[in-house]
């Protein structure tokens, strides 16, 4: 699964267009989230943003750790 695809599950998952998406992440208009959607690769910084404006969180998770270390959450 790309961010993209994570996006609009989360997006489908919420019932946001993408109007409510820019307007929640404080994007000045529906065509920047177009955008960032139709480019090849999506920066990290906007993928989080968007995320967040969705009320979700980044966790980047150790494989390899059975326990909570090496835990983290990106964003805010």
């Known amino acids: 699964m790309t961010e993209k695809d994570i996006l609009l599950e989360a997006m489908k998952v919420r019932g946001f267009t993408q109007k409510m998406l820019?307007?929640?992440?404080?994007?000045?208009?529906?065509?920047?989230v177009s955008e960032m959607l139709r480019s090849?690769?999506?920066r990290v910084?906007?993928?989080?943003?968007l995320l967040n404006a969705m009320g979700f969180d980044l966790i980047v998770k150790d494989r390899n750790s059975r326990n909570s270390?090496?835990?983290w959450k990106v964003g805010d």
């Open 45 to 49: 910084d906007n993928f989080v943003k």
């Open 69 to 71: 270390e090496n835990l």
């Open 40 to 42: 090849k690769s999506l």
């Open 22 to 32: 820019a307007e929640s992440a404080g994007l000045a208009r529906q065509s920047n």
